[in-house]
């Protein structure tokens, strides 16, 4: 077997091993771009495919590349997540469901503030009251947790929305 003919059954195993894993309910941003194209690319620091950089040209054998990881989550999408919640309440949602996500909704912005590029020092407040919540319920609050601890939880989501108004820059 010639070079060119390992290095082309190399690539045509790392196209068909990234299209079972895509096709077996893994990220579709893992899949292999339209086209067949046969190398892989990391996405930059947001993610974003612009930013992507291939793998040097002279590599001398195909070896999968690590999954791609999908970027931190940005504070201005897990923070209109949380003001979802805000015209919802027990009576419309029932109870167990509304207070899971508003506890939910809570948790990715905290994951989100905290790993922003500005750093978790940019959002002192929202992350100390956040912080504060999941001191009082604990950790793996059950249903009943949430709603024994209900004027906690929204007073915490409605405090934390109050912050984010008065910072538009952060979530715009």
């Given at each position: 077997?010639?070079?060119?003919?390992?290095?082309?059954?190399?690539?045509?195993?790392?196209?068909?091993?990234a299209?079972?894993?895509?096709?077996?309910?893994?990220?579709?941003?893992?899949?292999?771009?339209?086209?067949g194209a046969t190398t892989t690319a990391t996405?930059?620091?947001?993610?974003n495919p612009?930013?992507?950089?291939?793998?040097?040209?002279g590599d001398s054998e195909a070896t999968p590349e690590a999954p791609v990881t999908p970027a931190p989550e940005r504070v201005r999408d897990a923070f209109a997540g949380l003001q979802a919640t805000l015209d919802n309440s027990c009576a419309t949602d029932?109870?167990?469901?509304f207070l899971g996500r508003v506890h939910d909704e809570l948790l990715r912005l905290e994951?989100?503030?905290?790993?922003?590029?500005?750093?978790?020092?940019?959002?002192?407040e929202p992350l100390a009251l956040i912080g504060a919540l999941e001191r009082e319920l604990g950790d793996a609050p059950s249903a009943a947790d949430?709603?024994?601890?209900?004027?906690?939880?929204?007073?915490?989501?409605?405090?934390?929305?109050?912050?984010?108004?008065g910072h538009p820059d952060d979530y715009r």
């Open positions: 077997m010639t070079t060119f003919s390992v290095r082309k059954a190399a690539a045509t195993a790392v196209v068909l091993a299209f079972a894993v895509s096709c077996g309910g893994a990220d579709d941003r893992s899949a292999p771009p339209p086209g996405a930059g620091a947001e993610g612009a930013e992507a950089t291939a793998p040097d040209a029932g109870c167990a469901y994951r989100a503030m905290k790993a922003d590029p500005k750093g978790p020092g940019h959002f002192p949430l709603e024994k601890h209900q004027k906690s939880l929204l007073s915490t989501r409605d405090r934390v929305n109050t912050w984010m108004q």
